[in-house]
Antibody, heavy 129, light 108 residues
Framework: QVQLVQSGTEVKKPGSSVKVSCKASGGTLSSHGVSWVRQAPGQGLEWMGGIIPIFGTTNYAQKFQGRVTITTDGSTSTAYMELSSLRSEDTAMYYC??????????????????????WGQGTTVTVSS | SSELTQDPAVSVALGQTVRITCQGDSLRTFYASWYQQKPGQAPILVIYGKNNRPSGIPDRFSGSSSGNTASLTITGTQAEDEADYYCNSRDSSGNHVVFGGGTKLTVL
């Protein structure tokens, strides 16, 4: 069973960048997409963006467009999320998760499904002067 | 703001049945998935697709959908089910992902 292991706690100054890693253990990332999700203290889950490693294609939430870059290294089965121009509001827990896209068909009718079936343990990023 | 709408809080008596709902346009073309998150822990997937449970998820958790509304039902709620529950799906374009704002479940 694949596990996602994230890098450790980060403390950053406003205006700087942070790069968080997410390594697949017990499997590879190549056959699934990877999403990054963040959770500010006391708040809900927020999708930042995702990547499909086999194609190298990325999609980013409009809120983070221009500030976030998601990449993968197939040789190490590791995904990365880099967030730039950090501000205090970026203080949050950052999670990676494996995407599973599919379709379920019943009686000739098909519906898309999507889930994040494996999550990393989370990386705390604190932005403070 | 979330494109999927959830009630912020729901309570249920121990052993009773509770339903948590999630509404949004994307649910007309995508099934919702449901996640349980306990304090200080990463979310875990509890329901995906029409009504599928990952290995290790108790069968008291079930899912359903109708139109633009998805529901997570917990039958015979246990104390350990007290948690935040989130729904998500791809958006209507299929390229992005949307989350509901989360529902805090209290077991009385």
């Amino acid at each position: 069973q694949v596990q996602l292991v994230q890098s450790g706690t980060e403390v950053k100054k406003p205006g700087s960048s942070v790069k968080v890693s997410c390594k697949a253990s017990g499997g590879t990332l190549s056959s699934h997409g990877v999403s990054w999700v963040r959770q500010a203290p006391g708040q809900g889950l927020e999708w930042m963006g995702g990547i499909i490693p086999i194609f190298g294609t990325t999609n980013y939430a409009q809120k983070f467009q221009g500030r976030v870059t998601i990449t993968t290294d197939g040789s190490t089965s590791t995904a990365y999320m880099e967030l730039s121009s950090l501000r205090s509001e970026d203080t949050a827990m950052y999670y990676c998760a494996r995407d599973v896209d599919g379709m379920e068909c019943t009686g000739g009718s098909c519906v898309n499904n999507y889930a994040m079936d494996v999550w990393g343990q989370g990386t705390t990023v604190t932005v403070s002067s | 703001s979330s494109e999927l709408t959830q009630d912020p809080a729901v309570s249920v008596a121990l052993g009773q049945t509770v339903r948590i709902t999630c509404q949004g346009d994307s649910l007309r073309t995508f099934y919702a998935s449901w996640y349980q998150q306990k304090p200080g822990q990463a979310p875990i997937l509890v329901i995906y697709g029409k009504n599928n449970r990952p290995s290790g998820i108790p069968d008291r958790f079930s899912g359903s959908s109708s139109g633009n509304t998805a529901s997570l039902t917990i039958t015979g709620t246990q104390a350990e089910d007290e948690a935040d529950y989130y729904c998500n799906s791809r958006d209507s374009s299929g390229n992005h992902v949307v989350f509901g704002g989360g529902t805090k479940l209290t077991v009385l």
